[in-house]
């Protein structure tokens, strides 16, 4: 699916709540597998939760950079900031009810 495909996916108007809160839900960390298993076909849910995996997989790459002496903490921030910054605009997105394709995250999202 393209980036500009996915513009005209919207979340199901009979259930706009629940599409709202499981794709929310894609972006808080391990709380990403939620969505994945109960998405019930949704194309909207799937396309967050999917991108939430992914920055979920980015944070758990770079809790092991702690452990690396002396620039471990500096590599750690060199991941973690912008992957909570991409949660939090992935968050937006679902408020504003808007379908965003992340920079580089949709794309390594279309292989899950």
Do not use: N
């Amino acid at each position: 699916m393209t980036p500009a495909q996915t513009r005209h996916i919207k979340p199901c108007k009979k259930r706009h709540v629940r599409s709202q809160f499981l794709s929310v839900l894609a972006y808080l960390g391990t709380l990403c597998f939620i969505p994945l298993s109960i998405s019930d076909d949704d194309q909207y849910i799937l396309l967050h939760a999917r991108q939430g995996l992914v920055l979920w997989g980015l944070e758990l790459f770079a809790t092991p950079l702690l452990f690396i002496p002396g620039v471990g903490k500096s590599l750690f921030l060199m991941v973690f900031v912008p992957v909570v910054a991409l949660s939090l605009l992935g968050i937006l997105g679902v408020l504003l009810r808007r379908t965003w394709c992340l920079p580089i995250v949709y794309r390594l999202s279309r292989a899950i």
